[in-house]
């Protein structure tokens, strides 16, 4: 069993994301849905859609669910999802680095692809300018 990935992000991103991915990896060895919020999308339905979606993606080894900004609509969704129902981890501050570490690690185990989800969203940060 491997871990499922939910994005849930504003409008595209979290698709346009996954279609750049898809161009570099080819099919993703992990099940992912994306979950796009418009602004005049509905909280409680758009959270009835992402529980639906952690059903499907939740073979028995959890969900993490990464959202592309703390503090909004998105990642408000997300952290509603937490409960016994499901394994659950989520991540705010989705990237590409980020989402390609990920997929990169498929037999990791819930919080292991966590800890690699923040370590390829932070490593992928960087000051051109300095690499000189």
């Given at each position: 069993?491997?871990?499922?990935?939910?994005?849930?992000?504003?409008?595209?991103?979290?698709?346009?994301?996954?279609?750049?991915?898809?161009?570099?990896?080819?099919?993703?060895?992990?099940?992912?849905?994306?979950?796009?919020?418009?602004?005049?999308?509905?909280?409680?339905?758009?959270?009835?859609?992402?529980?639906?979606?952690?059903?499907?993606?939740?073979?028995?080894?959890?969900?993490?669910?990464?959202?592309?900004?703390?503090?909004?609509?998105?990642?408000?969704?997300?952290?509603?999802?937490?409960?016994?129902?499901?394994?659950?981890?989520i991540l705010a501050g989705?990237?590409?680095?980020?989402?390609?570490?990920?997929?990169?690690?498929?037999?990791?185990?819930?919080?292991?692809?966590?800890?690699?989800?923040?370590?390829?969203?932070?490593?992928?940060?960087?000051n051109c300018q300095d690499?000189?």
């Open positions: 069993m491997s871990v499922g990935i939910l994005l849930i992000t504003h409008n595209r991103l979290g698709a346009d994301l996954m279609e750049t991915a898809r161009s570099m990896l080819r099919e993703p060895p992990l099940e992912v849905a994306v979950l796009a919020v418009s602004p005049a999308a509905d909280p409680d339905d758009l959270l009835q859609r992402a529980r639906t979606l952690c059903d499907r993606l939740d073979a028995g080894s959890g969900v993490l669910v990464l959202t592309d900004m703390f503090g909004s609509t998105p990642s408000n969704v997300a952290c509603r999802l937490c409960d016994d129902k499901h394994q659950i981890r989705l990237n590409l680095p980020m989402l390609i570490r990920i997929l990169n690690y498929p037999t990791l185990e819930l919080d292991a692809l966590k800890e690699k989800a923040l370590s390829g969203g932070h490593d992928g940060v960087l690499m000189g």
